[in-house]
């Protein structure tokens, strides 16, 4: 079941009129449900989910992620989108929708609410004062940035604002270098209530679990000690610009950060497609190398590999691979040569609802991230 | 006890599993079986799917049924299909999920068989660098459990090589009376050290039951109130449906009460009643659920009659179908004396609890399946409204559903809108599915992963699972008397008369889940 009703009139969209139509949809669907005889309606919110989207065209990719995310994080959804200055319509206009859905035991019909909010580019500055009297009090709220993450615009800086969580994704950075290093200053000003997450991270969880997955082993864990190598190998849109993937960035600094690694020398390019870090640990000198490969179609962009390699007798190799169809994750280790026994398991974060799902599931602040980030300004040339 | 080896990774911090399985063989004895089939293997699939078993994990399945690994893998590849919940089998997962299983055939009264299981397991640890980890799964006839462990720890099974761990996860039933219980006990002890062993009571793995704990004390509002002042008692049911299907063999020899009160409903019970830990440890925990169920008052012989009652069912219609009574069914005997129907009535004398009853109940061919804690408050102490029919005025109820529907709800009063006060009790509902879709993962998974991370919160300990059998012999023994009016309730309602009156006779009523 999906209702829409519009909130639009001439001398603009207020709370009052949208709060209306909120309750006007809660009694048409008990009444639809009601006549047709089917189990009552049920209204569940656990969260406030802002989605900001550039324009109309990704409004409806939107609306389909949150379909599914709010299938396991039911929630008042507010998608805000800008809209082309038009002197004859209204500046700001409101759509709220329900979207429904079969409970998990099967019997129980819960809906949430969807409220669509558009402004001109003109009035965009309106937008954070008409949601805030709209959020469900109490819950915490969580704002995606669906967008190039812009750090200085005053929209971005007052809906952060409001929020408890910021999700945005640093793949969309153009100079992933600089925007990670802005983006670790940002952290260090915000409150400290303020958590930031960044889809690019979570699509490294599975890599870094199995990383870690690794050295669980007592035998291997000796070996932390004697890595000399890390490659890491991905696929990028903008191979030929001489610009880093920032996951590949990322893992490296949290691999590096983790095991305190100290900076040998500044990063830097090793040929067109290399970029290289040195650190030294105790006293053996490790090198990472990131190799990018330009991406068929940008859907096999990101980590495509990552092989840690260390000393001693047998040398011994960790490596982690993504398969052809980027289906699944493959664990393998090496030991003079011959493969150990490894794991096969399918990626559960490859598209926007499930990464986005499993973000919700966490509230608090991830310190792992933002170390990451900060190992990193800290090594920036 | 926990290694702590694996703290020393320093990868693993801030990663969801803070404490990961290492390598380990799982060896399965009662391969072949229906367990096996339906719980183990389908909860080991699914652990691998989420890429929580370590790398080089194994199963060696072994049973009397001659099989070789193909076989083995093609019907454990079978019962994945069939059984796990998590969706589809993927076929890569399960091509290396299937390179760790192995089959082998013993007799579990032979000692050659073990060292030839032996030879296996060191086998797999030279190729798959599981590093002499072993964690032995019982899932025979309870009568095989003796010779299983004598045998385990006469071929030196129990010790694991390299350094690696030993543990044995036992299902239940654990004994069958306290005496047989004491004797096996004694038997893994003799072999096992307490902290190698692992107690299953499936009850524990499942969600709700562990949320009871998350309940209680992550919430502020909760613990004030969870005393006799403000409780006037608690009712743990446990109703099915169904009878006792093709598992008559079985349940004449158990019955109600040993099936399912004296080890479920009573670790339901502790997780209810129990004090407040300090740390999240297997031993407080543990402490704690035995402190409380040494303080449950001891029923003695001459007063069975009053804090407990048994039924049987007879013939009767279950959903709309016509179904036959307990005696006529497979495998039982015509004049069957055992109970399908249990209830008890426990005091728990403790200064939180005193005089606060606890009603556990549980019984076969009842109107629908539902387990379910109600945790029954006292009423408002001065009745303002008097002029409103008081028998209406319900008083608030707190209720735990643990299956299905897994939730919480709460009633209270509220007045109808109209210029009259009209007061109607209304209900409060959380469904942990609706607020949460993801899946709640299978008991047997939590359980599996939890034994071969060395965490044993959610098993049972020795010393509380005899003191379940020492509480609970007294009417086990009352009721080897014959039960001359068996069968006593009808299938398909809500219990015999006599439990009615049972609970009337304290001036309450059953709830109607
Ligand atoms: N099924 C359940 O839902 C359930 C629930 C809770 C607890 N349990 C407990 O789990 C255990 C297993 O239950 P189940 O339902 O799987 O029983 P089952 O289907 O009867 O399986 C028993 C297994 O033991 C093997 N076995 C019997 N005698 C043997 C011997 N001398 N040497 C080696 N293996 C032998 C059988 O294989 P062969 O005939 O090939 O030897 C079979 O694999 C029981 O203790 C039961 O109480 C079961």
């Not at chain 1, 000399?228 to 920032?246: L, N």
């Not at chain 2, 076929?91 to 299983?101: D, P, Q, R, Y």
Request: hydrophobic share 40%; net charge negative.
């Amino acid at each position: 079941m999906e209702l829409k009703n519009q909130v639009q009139s001439s001398t603009g969209v207020n709370v009052y009129a949208i709060e209306r139509d909120l309750r006007h949809l809660w009694e048409q669907m008990a009444e639809t449900s009601q006549a047709e005889g089917q189990e009552p309606v049920m209204r569940v919110c656990v969260l406030n989910l802002m989605v900001y989207t550039p324009g109309e065209h990704t409004a409806g990719e939107v609306s389909q992620v949150m379909a599914e995310v709010t299938t396991q994080h039911p929630s008042r959804i507010f998608i805000i989108l800008p809209s082309k200055n038009d002197a004859s319509a209204p500046a700001l206009g409101a759509w709220v929708t329900a979207l429904c859905h079969l409970s998990a035991g099967g019997h129980k019909q819960v809906c949430c609410e969807q409220i669509m909010i558009t402004a001109e580019e003109d009035a965009i500055y309106r937008l954070p004062s008409l949601v805030r009297p709209l959020l469900v009090p109490d819950l915490p709220v969580v704002l995606w940035w669906r967008d190039v993450p812009s750090f200085e615009s005053r929209l971005f800086g007052e809906l952060v604002d409001i929020s408890d969580r910021v999700i945005i994704d640093s793949a969309m950075l153009p100079n992933p270098e600089e925007g990670l290093a802005e983006l670790a200053a940002l952290i260090n000003q915000r409150p400290q209530w303020t958590a930031f997450s960044d889809l690019s991270w979570s699509r490294l969880t599975p890599w870094r679990v199995s990383v870690a997955g690794f050295f669980d082993v007592p035998d291997w864990r000796a070996r932390l000690g004697r890595l000399s190598r890390v490659e890491i190998e991905c696929r990028h849109d903008q191979a030929d610009r001489r610009s880093i993937p920032s996951e590949a960035l990322l893992i490296a600094c949290w691999l590096a950060g983790r095991l305190k690694w100290r900076p040998r020398s500044k990063p830097r390019w090793n040929g067109k497609h290399t970029y290289q870090l040195e650190f030294v640990s105790e006293n053996l000198p490790i090198t990472i190398q990131i190799k990018t490969t330009p991406s068929t179609d940008g859907s096999d962009n990101g980590l495509h590999a990552l092989r840690l390699i260390a000393e001693g007798k047998p040398s011994a190799q960790f490596v982690i691979s993504r398969s052809g169809d980027g289906v699944y994750l493959r664990t393998d280790v090496e030991l003079a040569g011959t493969r150990l026994a490894g794991n096969v398991f399918p990626l559960d974060n490859r598209d926007e609802a499930q990464l986005i799902s499993k973000e919700l599931e966490i509230l608090g602040r991830d310190a792992l991230y933002e170390q990451a980030l900060a190992f990193f300004s800290s090594i920036l040339p | 006890m926990m290694d702590p080896g694996v703290f020393e990774n320093p990868l693993r911090e801030g990663l969801r599993l803070e404490l990961a399985a290492e390598p380990c063989v799982a060896v399965i004895f009662g391969a072949s079986g229906d367990l096996t089939k339906r719980k183990l293997v389908p909860a080991l699939y699914s652990l691998a799917a989420q890429n929580l078993l370590a790398g080089g994990f194994s199963v060696v399945g072994t049973a009397r049924t001659p099989m070789n690994d193909e076989a083995f893998r093609t019907a454990m590849r079978d019962a994945v299909h069939r059984y796990a919940d998590a969706g589809p089998i993927e076929g890569a997962v399960w091509e290396s999920f299937a390179a760790g299983l192995f089959y082998t055939p013993t007799d579990t009264k032979k000692p050659e068989s073990y060292k030839k299981l032996a030879e296996v397991l060191a086998k797999i640890d030279r190729e798959r660098g599981t590093a002499g980890n072993r964690l032995f799964y019982v899932s025979t006839p309870p009568s095989l459990y003796s010779d299983i462990i004598r045998l385990l720890g006469a071929t030196g099974l129990n010790r694991a090589p390299n350094g690696g761990w030993t543990r044995i996860i036992i299902e239940k039933p654990f004994g069958e009376d306290l005496q047989s219980a004491r004797v096996l006990n004694r038997e893994v002890l003799q072999v096992f050290a307490e902290d190698q062993v692992y107690r299953i009571d499936h009850y524990l793995g499942k969600e709700t039951v562990q949320n009871i704990m998350v309940l209680r004390f992550a919430n502020g509002i909760f613990e004030p109130i969870w005393n006799r002042r403000y409780i006037d008692h608690v009712q743990i049911t446990a109703a099915e449906s169904l009878g006792v299907e093709d598992r008559g063999g079985y349940y004449e020899q158990a019955g109600a009460f040993r099936d399912m009160i004296e080890n479920h409903l009573l670790q339901v019970l502790a997780h209810v009643a129990m004090e407040p830990v300090s740390v999240l440890d297997a031993n407080a925990v543990r402490d704690e659920k035995t402190k409380l169920v040494r303080a449950i008052r001891p029923i003695l012989p001459e007063e069975v009659s009053r804090y407990a009652v048994r039924g049987q069912y007879g013939e009767g219609l279950a959903g709309g179908e016509p179904v036959e009574g307990y005696r006529q069914e497979k495998n039982v005997s015509p004049e069957s004396n055992t109970e399908t129907y249990a209830a008890v009535k426990f005091i728990i004398d403790n200064w939180r609890w005193a005089e606060v009853p606890f009603y556990l109940r549980s019984g076969k061919r009842l109107p629908k399946r539902v387990t379910e804690v109600a945790i029954q408050f006292r009423r408002a102490p001065h009745l303002l409204f008097k002029h409103v029919a008081s028998g209406h005025l319900e008083p608030n109820a707190l209720i735990l559903r643990i299956q299905p529907d897994e939730g919480i709800s709460l009633n209270f009063s509220a007045k109808m809108p109209g210029q009259a006060i009209n007061i109607r009790t209304v209900r409060m509902d959380f469904q942990y599915g609706t607020s949460f879709g993801k899946r709640s993962p299978e008991a047997y998974e939590r359980l599996l992963l939890d034994a071969m991370r060395g965490d044993s919160t959610l098993f049972a300990r020795g010393d509380m699972v005899e003191m379940a059998w020492e509480l609970t012999m007294p009417i086990l023994e009352a009721w080897q008397q014959p039960a001359s009016h068996f069968p006593n309730y009808v299938a398909g309602s809500w219990g015999p008369k006599e439990a009615d009156d049972f609970i009337e006779r304290d001036g309450r009523r059953w709830r109607r889940p």
